[in-house]
């Protein structure tokens, strides 16, 4: 008998444990939890804690869905959008959400991210193709980019809200050219370098042939004017020596013609290999015999200057 009933105290024990076990449920910081009893939501839990509900889920009786309390992240990648230029690019984008309504959440998507992520996904691509066909492909790569994500973002808030969520964030990662727009891209690119690079080289040229004939043409005035200076000088010399022969033969002609002589001479017997046809008698060899000129030639003599005359002697005492 003792045995039996404690046999019986162990079942009921275990029957209470069990029943106590299945009508706990925990929800920590980073859950809610939605209490559904015979599919209808019967209560929502926000705040981590310990609850307690109908102990056995079969049948339809009380179970709990756990849906997450914590910011989420959904991609969206490659998506092929035009440009109001009629020009393809492709675009990464991404936006964070937040499950704000739990129980709207059950009710229109029963609880399941992944159905939840698909019409967000219809939506999103949908948004980014109107707010790029409105603006050029500069607009995502300058200042207005930062409007344009507030514009997605507002897009898609209400009828996120109508699944229980909340958009915090919309990002736009990426954007290309695709493969066809880049090539044509770079080629257009590379046409209007050349371009550039011609009209630079023509410009160059033109300035080169410029500063050149301006360079010509200062050589050619520097050049005369250095040989009328040069003339006028030589004018000057020649003048000036003419003025001094013509003084030096005044002062003592025949000084001067035996310097123009001796000048001759120089010139005329500096090298040794020179040989000279001339007549002995020629005015040209008038100093050779003579150092005042008078000889073969039959030139006449300058005249010397006179003796001095002799002392008479003294008479004798």
Do not use: C, W
Not at 95 to 115: C, H, M, N, Q
Not at 193 to 209: K, P, T, V, Y
């Amino acid at each position: 008998m003792i045995n039996n009933r404690s046999s019986i105290i162990l079942i009921v024990l275990a029957a209470i444990l069990v029943v106590a076990y299945s009508s706990i449920f925990v929800v920590n910081e980073r859950q809610q939890a939605i209490v559904v009893r015979f599919g209808e939501i019967r209560d929502v839990k926000t705040e981590p804690g310990l609850y307690f509900k109908l102990p056995f889920g079969f049948m339809d009786a009380d179970r709990v869905q756990y849906v997450p309390d914590q910011a989420l992240r959904f991609d969206l990648d490659d998506i092929r959008v035009q440009v109001s230029g009629g020009k393809f690019y492709e675009v990464d984008a991404f936006l964070v959400y937040k499950i704000a309504d739990p129980r709207r959440f059950r009710e229109t998507v029963s609880g399941d991210r992944e159905s939840a992520e698909a019409r967000l996904r219809t939506r999103l691509d949908a948004s980014l193709r109107r707010v790029y066909g409105l603006r050029g492909f500069e607009a995502a790569l300058s200042d207005e980019r930062a409007s344009m994500m507030r514009e997605v973002r507002a897009d898609l808030r209400p009828d996120a809200e109508s699944l229980g969520l909340n958009i915090e964030d919309v990002r736009i990662r990426r954007t290309d050219l695709t493969q066809e727009v880049s090539q044509q891209t770079y080629e257009r690119m590379k046409a209007e370098r050349l371009a550039e690079a011609e009209l630079i080289r023509a410009r160059g040229n033109e300035e080169g042939q410029r500063r050149r004939a301006i360079a010509d043409r200062q050589v050619v005035e520097i050049v005369a004017e250095a040989q009328r200076d040069s003339e006028i000088l030589r004018g000057e010399g020649e003048g000036e020596r003419t003025r001094i022969f013509a003084d030096a033969f005044q002062r003592d002609p025949a000084f001067f013609e035996f310097y123009r002589s001796m000048a001759a001479y120089t010139q005329s017997i500096a090298s040794p290999d020179t040989t000279m046809v001339l007549s002995p008698h020629s005015e040209f060899f008038q100093y050779f015999n003579s150092a005042n000129g008078a000889g073969q030639s039959g030139l006449p003599v300058p005249p010397t200057a006179p003796a001095a005359p002799a002392a008479e002697p003294t008479p004798a005492d």
